[in-house]
């Protein structure tokens, strides 16, 4: 999808056009050298990038002036640690030949040889913990759903990717969608289902083609084991594992309370294996090369690698797969390149739209579930988002209580009111501290939502630091009183802008001008 956004097919006809014959793969994951196009030699791949429809001629002679060389070669690759992403942009994601080549299918074979027990084992051995967000023992959950006494047990892949700033797991499923079948199958054989389900967002429509396609020419490899999609309607709740089980039974998506949880009673009342796409697309090494090998790497409780999505005002956006342990500050400077825009980077925002902000100072923290959940943050979906110094963080902290309100499935109160009333009092200490209090029949500054801040003039006015004090009591009301992690994880922006950024919400000092 990226490269497409930025002129692959139009490329891709151009070399057609030209007599060559042309292979789409996924993305490699560097974006700042998208379309990239790579030529097959004697002496192996000569990449070039990016390319436009005009370059063809160039690109054939070997002429052009973006001649990249062997991809691997970049250092943006060389430190990679690619367990998971090392067939995308290499393979044609949709070639059986292509994946078996590559490795493809061992992990599989290697499961069916084990009993299902071993395989659960192998799974706790190897330390992998959920990719999308939780961070939950992966192994922990398939030994509850294989204990589970029921006639029927069902596997279900949340690929409903709603964090902004996140892209691993469509270009997992655009790349090398067999990759994520075959973690499925494994995990079906280890509990002992025999359906799953793939959930995908409706604005995925390249990786919806290839995993529909993928699915059907994968079956007779994958038997008995069966597999269907389900495309969800964009509804951001719905990532959330039992909003997104409704969604599949055709319910409203909204957050059900737990207990149960749905490793007992889950899809349709029965015992099921939910897990994000980049969970279930580890397994497949984790089986063919052994748990020791992929537990070797990491750092602390943070086992194997993280696909760690670099988004926002960077130099090089893309996905960057690396073991556990690198600091933020080599990730976001290093391999990032600092921002795009070249001014000094302010805050980066680690986790999603939910996500908690660091400032540079915190730059020396090693990328791991413990250490973030110690500083007030959290990974989520190893999405970073970098922020220049151009940024309002109380607009920051605003879009976060907003972002909310508008994708609360309303179930439960302290994230249904709580959101609405948390864009109300930012509205007011961002109008308190740039002094402009808005009297009911005056008009808003830009940006205010109408109606949202208004005070009678006679009415008790609270201070800026008082209206700041109920702010943070809303956070901690929402944090412990929501239902889920929507609630719960929106005063993760708000406070840590709060805490880090203090300056942006004091009425004594001016927020920095953009052109400073």
């Keep these: 999808m990226a490269s497409v956004a930025l002129g692959a097919d139009a490329v891709a006809r151009a070399f057609a056009e030209a007599g060559c014959e042309v292979i789409r793969t996924g993305s490699r994951g560097l974006f700042s050298i998208e379309p990239l196009v790579e030529l097959e030699t004697v002496d192996g791949r000569v990449g070039y990038g990016p390319v436009g429809p005009q370059d063809v001629a160039a690109v054939l002679d070997g002429t052009h002036s973006s001649r990249l060389g062997r991809i691997e070669d970049l250092p943006f690759f060389t430190s990679q640690q690619r367990f998971t992403f090392a067939r995308c942009g290499i393979t044609d994601p949709l070639s059986l030949t292509d994946y078996a080549a590559h490795g493809g299918w061992k992990g599989l074979d290697a499961a069916r040889g084990m009993t299902p027990r071993a395989v659960v084992d192998e799974v706790k051995a190897s330390g992998l913990r959920g990719r999308g967000g939780a961070g939950f023992p992966t192994g922990i959950k398939w030994q509850t759903v294989l204990d589970a006494a029921a006639g029927q047990k069902f596997i279900v892949c949340n690929a409903d990717e709603g964090d902004s700033g996140t892209f691993a797991d469509r270009m997992l499923m655009e790349g090398d969608p067999y990759c994520l079948i075959e973690g499925m199958a494994i995990a079906a054989h280890a509990v002992g289902a025999g359906h799953g389900y793939v959930y995908i967002r409706s604005e995925y429509p390249f990786a919806i083609a290839t995993m529909r396609a993928a699915i059907e020419v994968s079956a007779g490899r994958i038997a008995p084991f069966t597999l269907e999609m389900r495309e969800g309607a964009g509804a951001y709740v719905c990532g959330e594992e039992t909003a997104l089980l409704d969604s599949i039974e055709g319910k409203r998506g909204q957050v059900r309370a737990k207990p149960p949880l749905p490793a007992l009673q889950g899809l349709f009342g029965q015992p099921t294996v939910i897990n994000n796409v980049l969970s279930l697309a580890a397994v497949p ?48 400077n290093e391999i990032g390149g600092g921002t795009a825009s070249g001014r000094p980077v302010r805050a980066v925002q680690v986790g999603g739209p939910l996500g908690a902000y660091f400032p540079p100072s915190m730059f020396h923290l090693p990328f791991d579930y413990e250490t973030f959940a110690a500083a007030g943050g959290l990974i989520g979906h190893a999405g970073i988002t970098v922020f220049d110094n151009s940024v309002d963080m109380a607009h920051m902290a605003r879009f976060a209580m907003e972002f909310c309100a508008a994708e609360s499935c309303g179930k439960c109160t302290p994230c249904r009111i709580g959101s609405t009333r948390g864009v109300e009092l930012m509205d007011r200490i961002i109008a308190d501290r740039d002094h402009d209090v808005v009297r009911p029949d005056a008009s808003l500054p830009a940006g205010l939502s109408k109606a949202l801040y208004s005070r ?25 009183g929501s239902l889920c992690a929507l609630g719960g994880f929106t005063p993760y922006p708000v406070l840590s802008a709060l805490d880090h950024f203090p300056e942006d919400f004091d009425a004594m000092t001016p927020v920095k001008e953009a052109a400073q």
């Design 285 to 332: 090494f984790i089986l063919a090369e052994g748990a020791d090998a992929y537990a070797a790497v990491g750092f602390g409780r943070s086992r194997g690698t993280m696909p760690v999505q670099l988004a926002g005002n960077v130099q090089n956006g893309g996905l960057y797969e690396i073991g556990f342990g690198i600091t933020l500050g080599e990730l976001v």
């Design 456 to 480: 009678a003039p006679s009415a008790a006015e609270r201070s800026l630091d008082q209206e700041v004090e109920l702010l943070r009591d809303l956070c901690d009301t929402m944090k412990f």
